[in-house]
Nanobody, 115 residues
Framework: QVQLVESGGGLVQAGGSLRLSCSVS????????MAWYRQAPGKQREFVARITTGGDTYYRDSVKGRFTISTDIAKNTVTLQMTSLTPEDTAVYYC?????????WGQGTQVTVSS
C-alpha cells in the first residue's frame, strides 16, 4: 500500500511563501510522475504541477513563475515551493503519485492566503 503524507500548509499573507512537502512510502522512480493538485471550497480538484521521472515539469498557467515542483530522490519526497501567494491560491493541496492506471493520493494539507 502506497502512502503519501503532505506537510507544510498553513496561513500566510498575500505575497508570502510556503513550502509543501510530500513524503512517499515507495521509491519515487517507481511512479510515472508525481504531482500536486488543489481543491478550493465549492470547486473541483484541479491540477497544479507535475514532475516526470525524467525531470520534466508542467504547471497550470496561473502558477507558472510562482510555484516550483521538485523531488528529493534520496528522501522520497516531492516538494512544492510556492511564492507570491494570492488569496486565489487558497485550497487544500493534495500530493499525487501516478503508477498508471492507478493514482495514489495524500490526505491533503490546507493552504490559506489572507488578503
Amino acid at each position: 500500500q502506497v502512502q503519501l503524507v503532505e506537510s507544510g500548509g498553513g496561513l500566510v499573507q498575500a505575497g508570502g511563501s510556503l513550502r509543501l512537502s510530500c513524503s512517499v512510502s515507495r521509491n519515487i522512480f517507481s511512479f510515472n510522475n508525481m504531482a500536486w493538485y488543489r481543491q478550493a471550497p465549492g470547486k473541483q480538484r484541479e491540477f497544479v504541477a507535475r514532475i516526470t521521472t525524467g525531470g520534466d515539469t508542467y504547471y497550470r498557467d496561473s502558477v507558472k513563475g510562482r510555484f516550483t515542483i521538485s523531488t528529493d530522490i534520496a528522501k522520497n519526497t516531492v516538494t512544492l515551493q510556492m511564492t507570491s501567494l494570492t488569496p486565489e491560491d487558497t485550497a487544500v493541496y493534495y500530493c499525487n503519485a501516478a503508477s498508471l492506471p492507478v493514482n495514489y493520493w495524500g490526505q491533503g494539507t490546507q493552504v490559506t492566503v489572507s488578503s
